[in-house]
C-alpha cells in the first residue's frame, strides 16, 4: 500500500450531538433494499421524537414503491465535510441512522398541509404530473444511531 495516501482520524459523535445534527440538518441519502439490490435516493426529512420522517412523492408502480414495499432496515445518512486547501486539514461528520421504515396511516394529524410544508422543502419531481403524484409520509423508526467526525 502506498504510505503516502493521507488518512484522517475520526470520533464518535455523543447522542446530543448526534441529536442535534438530525434536527439541524434538512436532507440526506435514503437507502432502500430488495434483496441483493440497493436503491438510494436524496431526500429532506424531519427529525422528532426518535423518529425521522420523510414526505416522499410516488408515481403509480414506481420503482421508489417497490423498494419501500421491500425493504426491512433502511439507513439514512446525513453527511457535511468542509474542505480546505490542505487535504488533510479537511473537517467533516456524519450521521447514520438504521431502522425500519414504514407508510404514516393516512389520518394521522402528521398530514396536515400546514405542518407539511413547515417541515420540509418542496417535493423535487422531475417529468412526473403532479396529480399523478401521491405524497406518502413514511416513518423510519430509529434502531441504530451512530455520529463520527473529525
Known sequence: MDTDIAFAYTE???????RDRL??????????????????????????DGSLYFRLGEAADSEKSAYLDATETATYV????????DAEAW????????????????????YEA???????????????PTDEMDVTLYELEIEELTGRQN
Open 91 to 110: 473537517t467533516g461528520w456524519s450521521v447514520v441512522a438504521r431502522g425500519p421504515i414504514a407508510a404514516v396511516p393516512d389520518g394521522d394529524p402528521a
Open 12 to 18: 464518535g459523535i455523543p447522542d446530543d450531538v448526534v
Open 23 to 48: 434536527e439541524s440538518t434538512v436532507g440526506g441519502v435514503l437507502a432502500l433494499a430488495d434483496g441483493d439490490d440497493a436503491y438510494a435516493f436524496p431526500v429532506f426529512h424531519h427529525f422528532e
Open 114 to 128: 400546514v405542518e407539511i410544508n413547515e417541515r420540509y422543502a418542496p417535493i423535487r419531481i422531475f417529468d412526473e
Open 78 to 85: 446525513v453527511t457535511e465535510t468542509e474542505s480546505t486547501p
